[in-house]
């Protein structure tokens, strides 16, 4: 069983918000080793609702799922994930009995599957050792829109513990705290937090203009956190300012994107001697 949930999409004109009615939930096996997505099936998830349940699954299998909104008159943009199922009998992803296996290292690999991109290697494989007192470990470095599965075990253990996981397209991951500090007629101030565990090492800002429906991003110069920290001491805020404008903040729609190779946030085991593999 896979359950799965999405965050609705952001629909800034009110008048098109009505319009969504429903979502368009596809899910289809993917095998490792030839590379090939399997036939998928269509489900139809009504709005308000933002999650599905998918049962009869085969055991111990990546599959490749995916999101659209949908009107009377289309579907939008294509959210997709990689997620696996447990192999039979597991009810967690691994539970460990002997605890002599905290004075060990743990050893992580990260091996990638499959990528939107054809630069990107298939079947490399990334190793790193983990000390067993860590709760989390964050795997750096990946390549984006790109499927990984990445494995956990135990040193001296045949038992393994192994998930797949698929990193986001560049520009995906967005900032949700953000705040306007002060406006003028052409230009203003906005600030965030930034990417907890330090991983982010640059922020694009880009904004759109509501009332212009032919109107696309306009996306500012990346840069970088340090360029970005804030005059006042102690706030630990980012900030950037956004001016010569050619008409009044109001008008418009202010995102900021993280940019750098993606990560996998794992968690490793905890004190009741389980492992959780976590995105």
Avoid at 26 to 48: H, L
Avoid at 70 to 81: E, N
Avoid at 151 to 158: A, E, M, N, V
Avoid at 205 to 227: F, Q
Wanted: with cysteine; charged share 20%; hydrophobic share 35%.
């Amino acid at each position: 069983m896979l359950h799965v949930d999405w965050v609705p999409p952001e629909i800034f004109d009110a008048e098109q918000r009505e319009l969504l009615t429903h979502y368009r939930v596809t899910i289809a096996p993917f095998d490792p080793r030839s590379g090939v997505t399997g036939p998928k099936k269509n489900y139809t998830v009504p709005v308000p609702g933002n999650s599905i349940k998918f049962d009869g699954l085969n055991p111990e299998t990546i599959y490749n799922i995916t999101v659209q909104a949908g009107t009377s008159s289309g579907y939008g943009h294509i959210l997709w994930g990689t997620y696996s199922t447990l192999a039979p009998g597991q009810r967690h992803i691994i539970r460990l009995v002997n605890r002599c296996v905290f004075q060990d290292w743990l050893s992580l690999t990260a091996r990638s599957l499959h990528s939107v991109y054809g630069n990107v290697r298939i079947n490399q494989v990334k190793t790193f050792d983990v000390e067993p007192y860590e709760s989390d470990f964050v795997i750096r470095g990946l390549h984006p829109s790109t499927v990984y599965n990445v494995t956990l075990k135990p040193k001296d253990h045949s038992e393994v513990a192994w998930g797949a996981y698929a990193t986001l397209p560049p520009g995906w991951f967005l900032v949700k705290n953000l705040k306007q500090c002060d406006k003028t007629n052409f230009a203003v101030s906005m600030s965030w937090e930034p990417v907890e565990l330090d991983m982010a090492t640059e922020y694009q800002v880009r904004y759109l203009r509501m009332k212009d429906s032919e109107a696309g991003w306009i996306e500012e110069d990346a840069r970088e956190s340090k360029e970005l920290l804030c005059p006042k001491d102690g706030c630990g805020r980012l900030c950037y300012l956004v001016f010569n404008l050619p008409h009044n903040p109001s008008d418009y729609i202010f995102q900021v994107s993280l940019l750098r190779n993606l990560i996998i946030n794992m968690r490793v085991p905890n004190k009741s001697g389980n492992y959780d593999i976590l995105l």
